[in-house]
């Protein structure tokens, strides 16, 4: 077994709360708590105050023992140039950005949506020889504009090889000196602050830029990743209303190399019964509610603050 420690990056705002809650359950549950550094949940809204006493009170105690390793950080405190408005493109920004917080070497990304489903060891991250685990699959469609442009943006010659790639989604392994790297890289070439640089245009993804960064620094990623089985079944927005897919892609659950599984809170949403019963249904099988009334809590389509004082006590 690799004994490589690895810190865990989760970047949250205020209506993803229950899942983070989830989230939190499934980490004291399956996480080994030997080999998992610190967690660093990072909030990316506005109302960190209200996000921090919901957080202290409910999802904290969730931890378990790995409670201690748990810091909270408000997204601003990452943006040394000045405020910006908290989404969708400064949660991309903070993945890369929390390469700042981290200790180790290799951290985790995972989003509030993921919540592990069997015991995650160090070999399902690492392999013996030290590279870093990863299932590949087409360039994103609706992406291959912003991968190309980071492949030129640093320098890659080749014609980006549009079959095979990283993924674009969580969980996700990065190199923290490598991150590091590229924002140092970027600000320098652009006279500003990193977030300014990602934020400024919609030329790239977080994803997809580290991507292009280590195809332009060394012209492959088979020194840094090892091309792996996916290791997560994920139900994305988009699939809401399609029973079908959302069964298919939950019967991943059934091999044993998915540790995780992950739920888009508009599935939660769109509230499809059949969809919530497959989901309630996987919960109980893995042991992460014990009850009907939890399931039914989790389940729950949760929106932003300070409408979250609306739902059920827990």
């Not at 990056?9 to 209506?15: I, N």
């Not at 809401?240 to 959302?246: I, L, N, T």
């Amino acid at each position: 077994m690799n004994e490589t420690r690895f810190d865990i990056v989760t970047v949250v705002f205020s209506a993803d709360l229950r899942l983070l809650q989830l989230q939190a359950r499934s980490l004291a549950r399956f996480a080994n708590a030997g080999l998992v550094g610190k967690i660093h949940v990072i909030v990316n809204d506005v109302c960190f105050n209200a996000v921090h006493r919901r957080f202290m009170r409910k999802i904290l105690p969730e931890y378990g023992v790995l409670s201690r390793n748990v810091r909270l950080h408000d997204y601003r405190a990452l943006w040394s140039s000045g405020v910006r408005k908290a989404g969708w493109r400064s949660q991309q920004a903070i993945k890369l950005l929390a390469a700042n917080l981290v200790d180790t070497e290799n951290f985790l990304i995972l989003d509030a949506k993921n919540h592990l489903i069997r015991p995650l060891m160090g070999d399902a991250l690492i392999a013996e020889d030290g590279r870093l685990r990863s299932h590949m699959y087409r360039i994103h469609p609706g992406f291959e504009d912003h991968f190309r442009r980071a492949c030129a943006y640093f320098g890659y010659m080749e014609k980006p090889d549009l079959k095979l790639g990283l993924p674009t989604t969580t969980p996700f392994l990065m190199k923290r000196s490598l991150v590091m790297d590229m924002m140092t890289e970027m600000e320098e070439r652009e006279a500003m602050p990193f977030p300014d640089v990602f934020m400024k245009d919609r030329y790239y993804t977080e994803f997809y830029l580290y991507y292009g960064y280590i195809l332009g620094k060394f012209g492959s990623v088979e020194d840094i990743y090892i091309h792996g089985p996916k290791p997560v079944a994920t139900l994305f927005a988009g699939q809401a209303k399609d029973v079908g897919a959302c069964t298919k892609e939950l019967e991943a659950l059934n091999q044993d190399n998915v540790y995780a599984m992950g739920i888009h809170r508009e599935v939660l949403k769109e509230a499809n019964p059949v969809v919530i019963g497959l989901i309630k249904a996987a919960w109980d099988r893995f042991g992460l509610v014990t009850d009907e009334r939890e399931q039914a809590y989790f389940a729950l389509f949760q929106d932003r603050f300070p409408s979250w004082r609306r739902f059920l006590p827990f």
